[in-house]
């Protein structure tokens, strides 16, 4: 059965003549009526009892005309479904995101692709630190990733969208809490929690701020993540210099001091730069037109959780 006979069919169940049926298809009146005989012959029963006045669908034909509806109608969805995905509005992106980066850009980013990409299905994973991220992205098993340079190789694409300073975190009653503003030189003495690796970006802007501040910092403890390492500051074993954006995800126990002195960490979207994905292209695209990607130098980039808020909406 070849799917220009259906629609053919579906307009004369529809119009119940062949004249205007005809005209809808913009098909001269004969070549329909060959083709519905054509579909009556392949089928082996008549589909229309046809009079001088008028056309009637046989029992048969109501049959096909509402499986002719349904099919025709699937077709239809599956022809804008391509498109959709043909042109990056419909698909799946797997995105991840550095742990404190979750806490601020994951519900904006993801506000802003369901808004203008409705038909994108986003799969998140969060608390992901760059080492990680750059090796999916690498594999293919990543298609973007919200994480914090440098990077190695030429392999992958940045974009940097903010700057975040470290801060201190530290236990609620720890003397440093008290204060509303730390120096680097006022932690050399304490215990440190570090993130599990030797690659972690943030573990080298920590490293960093301490060798410029004359010392060598004792690790107390390692963490996979923000989500273990706060727990270990509220309990006491020791403290942690984060990313500003960490701020967004408080916990009980554990308070927030500036630290005048220490590094700034970059935020960047990360992609392959060979990646042509339709879908990668159009969250590109939505994310630039909402501001992310607002032009900034390191003495303007945002820094603080409401700059960021307003660079993305």
Same mark, same amino acid.
């Given at each position: ?30 070549? /329909? ?62 995105? &991840?995101?550095?742990?404190? =980066?979750?806490?601020?850009? /994951? ?14 299905? /986003? ?5 992901? /630190?760059?080492?990680?991220? %750059? ?19 030429? &392999? ?13 975190? %530290? ?5 440093? &809490? ?40 004792? %690790? ?24 500003? &954006? ?8 554990? %308070? ?22 339709? =879908? ?34």
């Amino acid at each position: 059965m070849e799917l220009r006979h259906l629609r053919y069919f579906a307009a004369v169940a529809e119009t119940k003549h062949f004249g205007r049926a005809a005209d809808r298809l913009h098909l001269a009146q004969p070549a /329909l009526s060959q083709a519905i005989r054509q579909l009556e012959g392949e089928l082996g029963t008549p589909l229309f009892v046809r009079t001088t006045r008028q056309v009637d669908l046989t029992p048969a034909g109501e049959f096909l005309r509402e499986e002719a509806a349904r099919i025709l109608a699937a077709i239809d969805d599956s022809v804008r479904g391509v498109r959709r995905i043909a042109e990056g509005r419909q698909g799946l992106l797997r995105i &991840a995101f550095t742990g404190s =980066a979750a806490h601020t850009l /994951l519900p904006r980013i993801a506000r802003t692709v369901k808004r203008e990409l409705p038909g994108m299905a /986003l799969e998140i994973h969060a608390d992901l /630190l760059t080492p990680a991220q %750059v090796a999916g992205l690498t594999d293919g098993s990543l298609d973007l990733g919200v994480l914090r340079p440098p990077t190695s190789g030429d &392999a992958l694409t940045l974009r940097t969208i903010a700057r975040d300073p470290l801060v201190l975190a %530290v236990a609620a009653d720890h003397p440093l &809490a008290e204060k509303a503003e730390v120096s680097m030189a006022d932690l050399r003495t304490e215990d440190f929690i570090l993130f599990v690796g030797s690659r972690s970006v943030v573990n080298d802007a920590v490293l960093r701020s301490c060798r410029e501040a004359g010392f060598t910092p004792t %690790v107390a403890h390692e963490a996979p993540g923000t989500t273990v390492m706060l727990p270990l500051v509220a309990a006491g074993l020791g403290v942690a210099l984060v990313p500003a &954006a960490t701020r967004a995800a408080p916990l009980d126990g554990v %308070v927030f001091r500036d630290v005048s002195d220490a590094a700034y960490l970059d935020l960047a979207l990360a992609w392959r730069t060979d990646d042509t994905d339709p =879908a990668l292209l159009a969250v590109l695209e939505v994310l630039e037109a909402a501001g992310l990607f607002s032009p900034t130098t390191p003495d303007s980039a945002p820094d603080s959780a409401t700059e960021l808020d307003e660079a993305v909406r």
